[in-house]
C-alpha cells in the first residue's frame, strides 16, 4: 500500500459527517464536538432525511456535495458501511472515521480503503481529537481543552473517554483510538505523532500490536530523537489476554516478548492509569533527569526504607556521594544522623528549615 496520508485524517481541513443528525443522536454529537472546539475548517452535512440542520445545508450523499472534503465521519451502522466508504472513496475523499464494529464487512471495506490509498481511523472505535486544529472526529462527548505536548493512542474507548477528561491538568496533543486497525496502524499514528514538533512523548494503552516491524520501527525512532514512549500493555496474564481477545479480536501475545522489547528501546512500562498519568506528568514539563541515580531527602525513616525497598524492585539507583558532601550533610544533621543517599534529615525537629536547606544546596 502506498504511504498513507494521515494529515488528511489527523489535520483535515475539512470534514464531511455521514449521519448527522439532531442534537443527542450520535450524528448530532459528532457536529456539536466540532463546534465546541472551535474548528475552523468547512463542515458538510450528509443526511438524506433533512434539508438543513443547523442553518445550513443537508445533502443527501456525498456525491452530492459542493466539493471532496478531506475527511469523511461515518456515523453510520455496519448495513451502510461498504456503501459510503466506496461512495467516499468514488468521490476522492482520502480520509474516513468509522465507529461502527463493522462486524463482517470489515474485509471488504479494507479492500476499499487499500485500493484508493485511504487512511482510515476505525473501525470500532472513538475517533481521535487534533487539539492544536481544534478538530474532533468523535460522536461521544468532548471536553475542550487546550492543546498539549503528549500523544495519547489507545486501544480502549474508556481509557480514551477517562484521560481527555483528566482533571489533573494533563493536556494532549492528540488523542486517537485506532480501534480495530483495518487499515491505519498504531505505528502509523506513533510516526505521525513523533514528526509533530509539538509532542514530547507518547502514551500507548495498547492491548496487542497488529504490525510488529511498523511498531518496533517507531519505537527505535522514538529512542533516536529522545522522545519517551509510555506503555501500558494490558493481557499480562493469560485470562486477561483471553478477555483482550474477546473483546476486539487482538491477540496479546507473549508478555515476556513486549518486555524485552520495551527494555530494548527504553519504553517506560506502567501497570495502571494512575502510574501512566503520574509518568505523563513528569514527561509533560520536558526536564530530563541529567543521570540515572537519583537522591532523595526524606522527614521519616519509616518512609524511606519503603522508598528503598520501591526502588530496588524496580532497578532504580542512588547516587553515590563524596566525602565533601558527606562532611557538610554531617555539620548540618543531628549528631544521631548518618550522612547518606537516601538521607533522612529530620532528627529532633530542631532549626528544621535550616537544616534541610543546607542539605539540599548543591
Not at 120 to 146: D, E, K, Q, T
Not at 210 to 223: H, K, N, S
Not at 255 to 261: G, S, T
Request: glycine share 8%.
Amino acid at each position: 500500500m502506498t504511504a498513507q496520508n494521515l494529515a488528511a485524517l489527523l489535520r483535515a481541513r475539512s470534514v464531511a459527517i455521514v449521519g448527522i443528525n439532531q442534537p443527542g443522536k450520535f450524528g448530532g454529537q459528532v457536529y456539536a464536538n466540532l463546534k465546541a472546539l472551535g474548528y475552523p475548517g468547512a463542515i458538510f452535512g450528509v443526511n438524506p432525511n433533512y434539508d438543513t440542520l443547523y442553518d445550513q445545508p443537508c445533502y443527501p450523499s456525498l456525491q452530492a456535495l459542493p466539493e471532496s472534503p478531506e475527511c469523511a465521519i461515518l456515523g453510520v451502522s455496519n448495513a451502510r458501511l461498504t456503501a459510503v466508504l466506496q461512495e467516499a472513496a468514488d468521490v476522492v475523499i482520502p480520509s474516513a472515521v468509522i465507529f461502527a464494529s463493522a462486524h463482517s464487512v470489515q474485509e471488504g471495506l479494507a479492500n476499499i480503503a487499500h485500493a484508493h490509498h485511504m487512511t482510515v481511523c476505525g473501525p470500532n472505535g472513538m475517533g481521535f481529537i487534533a487539539y492544536g486544529h481544534r478538530l474532533a472526529a468523535s460522536g461521544y462527548p468532548v471536553l475542550p481543552s487546550p492543546p498539549g505536548n503528549i500523544a495519547l493512542i489507545t486501544h480502549s474507548g474508556s481509557v480514551f473517554d477517562a484521560l481527555t477528561q483528566n482533571n489533573r491538568g494533563l493536556c494532549f496533543n492528540y488523542a486517537i483510538s485506532p480501534g480495530n486497525e483495518m487499515v491505519t496502524t498504531m505505528a502509523d499514528y506513533m510516526h505521525f505523532v513523533m514528526d509533530d514538533p509539538t509532542t514530547r512523548a507518547v502514551a500507548l494503552f495498547l492491548e496487542t500490536v497488529r504490525d510488529p516491524q511498523g511498531f518496533i520501527t517507531a519505537l527505535a525512532q522514538a529512542a533516536e530523537r529522545d522522545i519517551p514512549i509510555v506503555a501500558l500493555k494490558v493481557g499480562r496474564t493469560r485470562h486477561a489476554a483471553r478477555l483482550a481477545q474477546a473483546h476486539s479480536g487482538a491477540l496479546a501475545g507473549e508478555d515476556a516478548v513486549f518486555d524485552a522489547v520495551f527494555a530494548r528501546y527504553g519504553v517506560r512500562r506502567v501497570k495502571s492509569l494512575d502510574e501512566m498519568m503520574d509518568t505523563l506528568e513528569l514527561f509533560a514539563t520536558g526536564m530530563r533527569p541529567p543521570t540515572r541515580h537519583v537522591a532523595a531527602i526524606f522527614d521519616s525513616g519509616g518512609e524511606r526504607s519503603m522508598f528503598v525497598d520501591m526502588a530496588e524492585s524496580d532497578e532504580v539507583t542512588f547516587a553515590p556521594i563524596g566525602a565533601p558532601t558527606r562532611a557538610r550533610l554531617a555539620a548540618a544533621l543531628d549528631p544521631s544522623l548518618e550522612p547518606v543517599n537516601p538521607l533522612d534529615a529530620w532528627g529532633t525537629l530542631n532549626d528544621f528549615d535550616r537544616t534541610y536547606a543546607e542539605c539540599l544546596i548543591r
